[in-house]
């Protein structure tokens, strides 16, 4: 039986927004259209396994699902780094051809709503965060293919 949340870091993730599980990792819709473990290196390497062989497989997925050409993995290990949550996670960008003029710009725009979504956490108590419905409606569209 799922649990009605999961931890992820300091945040709890209802049930509803996580579209895949097994027994070392989840998948779940990004609040804002984006085994606790904060760094990579504490990772088992069952656990780096695992946590890639998922990542690939939704990866494919939603490549197919958004009628994507790429993917961008990202992982941003540290606050050095950028990570806003004290977790390791992925996020999985769906790309289309020509969808930044430089190819790289992905990663500025990637840093840009890191740093404010750390400063909306902190400080913004008007975020604009989807609802619970919105997710979850988004994590059935998606479970519909997750296998």
């Not at 990542?55 to 009628?67: A, I, M, P, W």
């Not at 913004?124 to 988004?138: C, G, P, Q, V, Y």
């Amino acid at each position: 039986m799922a649990p009605e949340y999961y931890d992820f870091g300091p945040y709890k993730i209802h049930h509803s927004s996580v579209f895949y599980t097994n027994d070392l990792c989840f998948a779940f819709v990004n609040l804002r259209p984006a085994v606790p473990v904060k760094r990579v290196a504490d990772l088992t390497a069952e656990e780096i396994t695992d946590l890639w062989m998922i990542s690939q497989k939704v990866g494919r997925q939603l490549e197919s699902y958004h009628k994507a050409s790429s993917l961008t993995f990202c992982i941003q290990d540290g606050p050095q780094a950028g990570q806003s949550v004290p977790h390791v996670h992925i996020h999985i960008l769906p790309r289309m051809s020509r969808d930044y003029e430089n190819n790289d710009d992905i990663y500025e725009d990637i840093n840009k709503k890191e740093k404010e979504l750390k400063e909306k956490l902190e400080v913004d108590k008007e975020r604009k965060d989807r609802s619970l419905e919105e997710m979850a409606l988004e994590a059935d569209e998606y479970r519909k293919f997750i296998i």
